[in-house]
């Protein structure tokens, strides 16, 4: 009987190459290195927290200069933002979400 194989864990090392695209989130590939995947259920965040944080969103990238528009086109504006803005930006939102998705809204059924 053939016994499962172990793939060992490996990290992201900073020090090797990377290959980054994006299409609704940004995307890095890295030879070798071990992958997860995040999701969520429908009902882990309700629809009007889900606007609340939306137009949040939109009035923060317009005081950047930045034109929101749900097909991902504000994209390129954004990444064009000094890195500590982006940071901001990407701290402040996604501290948000998580701290939601932590309270444990929902069925919660995974």
Known sequence: MNEPRQ???VPFDPRK???VYRRN???????GTTYFVTFRLGDSLPAEVLERLQTQ????LQVHGITWDSSGHWHPAF???PGEERLQYQKR???AIQNYFDSGYGACQL
């Open 93 to 95: 939102f996604n501290r």
């Open 79 to 81: 990444e064009a933002l």
């Open 57 to 60: 969103q939109q009035k923060w």
């Open 7 to 9: 793939h060992p864990f």
């Open 25 to 31: 989130l940004p995307h890095w590939r890295q030879d």
């Open 17 to 19: 190459a990377i290959r």
